[in-house]
């Protein structure tokens, strides 16, 4: 993909925690609009990776550039200057995260876990954030729980309502990091639709995912990781059917 239309460009990053090199000189970049899915091992940094883009950890070397900036700097004439942690915080906007674990602050009802960020951030009248969060809400099928506790949820329910949570900072950019491993089988299905609807509105997604099926359907692309380096790369019918590296394959034999 150009480096220059992409809206998240991975060049060469590598990420150590002590001596174990956790990311291993990986590139990537991805297009508006796609969806890139990510698998691999348990350990293999996918997570890492996806908390590097967001700035949830610091890289060691390479450079990450999200929306056309450099993530951790800002640019003062031909001089680069570190960001300050609240500058982080604000640029860490642009991308929105979910987790396996759903999350939410459990005081707090499901339209209150939606408008709290942007109540917080986004300097806008309580109204229209409210108006948005149900919308929202409708979006992820949920309008009927807005007054409903996490605690009253199931955890399909969750983490749709993380999604809408996510989706409520209006992001350039959604992360998903193995959004339905912890939920169990029945409900695995209700958040990979609203994923998919996500996917189909135009939304950039990048997702780490076991469920091989859906990033068949929706990825446009998928890469293969393992010991914190990218594998393999291609469409989902090389990668995940007919992929060319003996790790993938037994990898995806052993998911199936
Ligand atoms: P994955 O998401 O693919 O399962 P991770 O990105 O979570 O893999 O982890 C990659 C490697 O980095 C693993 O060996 C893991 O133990 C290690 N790791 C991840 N986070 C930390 C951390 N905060 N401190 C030390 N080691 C870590
Ligand atoms: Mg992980």
Known sequence: ADADTAIVTV?????????????????????????????GPSGSGKSTLLRCINQLEKIDQ?????????????????ELHELTDPEIARQRLVTGMVFQRFNLFNHMT??????????????????????????????????????????????GQQ??????????MKPKLMLFDEPTSALDPELVGEVLNVMRDLAASGMTMIVVTHEL?????????????????????????????APTQART???????L
């Open 159 to 168: 983490q749709r309502i993380a999604i809408a949570r996510a989706l409520a």
């Open 249 to 255: 394959r037994d990898f995806i034999a052993a998911v």
């Open 213 to 241: 099926g859906f990033a068949r359907e929706v990825a446009n692309d998928v890469v293969f990781m393992d010991k914190g380096e990218i594998v393999e790369r291609g469409t989902p019918d090389t990668v995940l059917v």
């Open 11 to 39: 060049a060469n990053v590598s990420k150590f925690f002590g001596d174990l090199k956790a990311l291993n000189d990986v590139s990537l970049s991805v297009e508006p609009g796609m969806v890139q899915c990510i698998i």
């Open 110 to 155: 499901a339209l209150q876990n939606i408008i709290e960020g942007p109540l917080t951030v986004l300097k806008r009248p309580r109204k229209e954030i409210v108006a948005d969060a149900m919308a929202l809400l409708e979006r992820v099928g949920l309008a009927e729980k807005r007054d409903a506790y996490p605690s009253e949820l199931s955890g």
């Open 62 to 78: 390479g450079a990450i550039r999200v929306d056309g900036e450099l993530i951790g700097y800002r640019r003062v004439g031909d």
